[in-house]
Every structure is written in structure tokens, then in C-alpha cells.
């Protein structure tokens, strides 16, 4: 009698359909998800008639329309540029872990448009320009919305200019957001993509084992760097976006080492988590991304595993 293999996972995907649209901001997150998806369909075995012409299909359909505007060419641009360095890290990195591969896929993407932007910087004048607008438009939007209900309150001044530097902070640091988006709809493509050709039933693996080479605490180094020393704003721009987007991976991280840890809350310690984490976000996200950067030298979890081998 054979083994029933548990087929469950699907919060993870949801989770990450989720968090793509919340930080692609002004880009298209259907991009971001559906065009890798279709190159992969296309250029990865098993190459089978129906999936490929679903994939021609959705390309067909996500480029269909030219002629718009920057934002337009620059997101069909990236997410055809990011499932092609996707496609080449898979076939690159056989034996590699799905972060491997994405991460080299992200920063490959972030590297090819820097060389395209460097040549013609015109490119991205123009784009940095239209985003900071389209952020700020949406922003004083919200704003016009609420200012008469906010108003009559003491703090309704203070949450008014707050939305504004919420859309000027987004504007500085969206292409690290973009990069988070761009490394969750990976996740999602390739959790997708394995359940279809492969029928893997859990292809990205539980949040507690959760991370990614330590070799890349040098980019936090750089980060630091360029913020700490006395450059030019581009320098210190880069060292912000750098820094949050590694940031974000490591407070990731940290948070997969406390649930290894402690153990996976239930459903009345998720709602506490959930409360602690909107009140106190500050504390919440700097203990967990001491956390995750202590993983990097400590590597708690094999310690804890280690221990546990040792006491059984």
C-alpha cells in the first residue's frame, strides 16, 4: 500500500501573490507574474503542446498593446528580462535552491538595467520622473480624500503629511521594492510552475527553512558603505535601496529562525503576532532582522538541531 503524499502549501503562494502587487507599486504585477511564467513554460522541459501554447498565448497577450507610456515598456522590459535570467539560473544552477536562483535572477535583472540605463540616461530620467509623479499623484489623492474627515482630529495634519512622505519615501526606494515584488512573483511562478510539470507538492519548502547564501552579507557591507561615506546622493540612493531590500530578506530570515526556534504559532498567537507587528512595528522588524544577520555567523538552527541530536 503506498504512501499518501500531503499535497498542502497553498498559503505560501497566496502569501506571495499578495506581497507582489503591495511592492510593485507602479508597475503591473500581472507583468511581473504571468510573462516569467510563460518563458519558463516555453524554454524549460517538459515542453508539452498545450502549456506552450498557453504560453505563447499570455506572451501574446501581456505585449499586446504597445505604444504606451514609459512605465509601460520599462515593466514588460524587466519581467522579460527577469524570466529570461530566471530561466538561465535554473539551467545554470541544477542543483541550486529556488533562492539561489531567484536572487541571481533579481540582481542579474537590477545589473542589465543599469548597463541600459547608463547608456542612455535619458531612459531613466525620464522613468524615475514618471514614477515619483504617479506616487505623488496617488498620494495626494488619498489625501484629498481624507483630509476632510481627518480634519476635525488633532492629529489629522500629521496624517495628511504623512501620506505624502510615505509616496516620497516610495519613490526613493521603489526599486528595491521592486526587486522584493519581482522576487515574490518568482516564487509564486516557480511554486506554480513545479505543481504543474512536476506535481511537487511543496516546491518552496516551509517559511522555517527559509534562507540564502551568507556570502551576501558583503552587499549589506556595501549598503552601509555607500550611505556612511561621503558620496554623491546616486551613492547614497543605492546604498538606501540596497539596504532595504537585504533588509527585508533578512528580517525574513530572522523570522523563519524564530519560528524554528519556538515553533509556529497558533491561531490565537498569530492574532497577537499580527497586533505586535502593526504597534510595534519598529521593535518587531529590528529584532527580527538582528536575527536573521546573527543566522550568518551562528547558524542557529543547525545549533538547536545539533543540540536536540545530541540530548536524543
Known sequence: MGTRVRTGGWATPIVLTIITPVFSLVVNPGVLLFIPLALMLL??????????????????????????????????????????????????????????????????????????????????????????????DGAALVAAQWSERLSERAWGAEAIRSIHKAADLEAAIYPALLSLASLAALATVWWLWRRVTEREPNPLGGLREFRFRDELIWVVVVAVLLLVLPLN??????????????????????????IALFGAPGPVGMIFGFAAFLFLFPMVVAATLVLGLSDTWLDLRARVAQAKNQQG
Open 43 to 136: 524554454a524549460l522541459p517538459p515542453r508539452r503542446p498545450m502549456l506552450v501554447a498557453l504560453a505563447g498565448f499570455i506572451l501574446a497577450l501581456g505585449i499586446a498593446g504597445g505604444g504606451g507610456d514609459v512605465l509601460w515598456w520599462f515593466s514588460r522590459g524587466w519581467a522579460l528580462i527577469l524570466g529570461a535570467w530566471f530561466i538561465a539560473a535554473v539551467a545554470l544552477l541544477p542543483k541550486s535552491t529556488f533562492m539561489s536562483r531567484g536572487l541571481l535572477a533579481v540582481f542579474g535583472t537590477a545589473a542589465s538595467s543599469l548597463v541600459l540605463f547608463v547608456t542612455r540616461r535619458a531612459g531613466w530620467t525620464q522613468l524615475d520622473w514618471t514614477v515619483a509623479n504617479r506616487l505623488r
Open 233 to 258: 546622493d546616486d551613492a547614497a540612493r543605492t546604498g538606501t535601496n540596497l539596504a532595504t531590500f537585504m533588509g527585508a530578506l533578512y528580517a525574513l530570515r530572522g523570522l523563519a529562525v524564530a
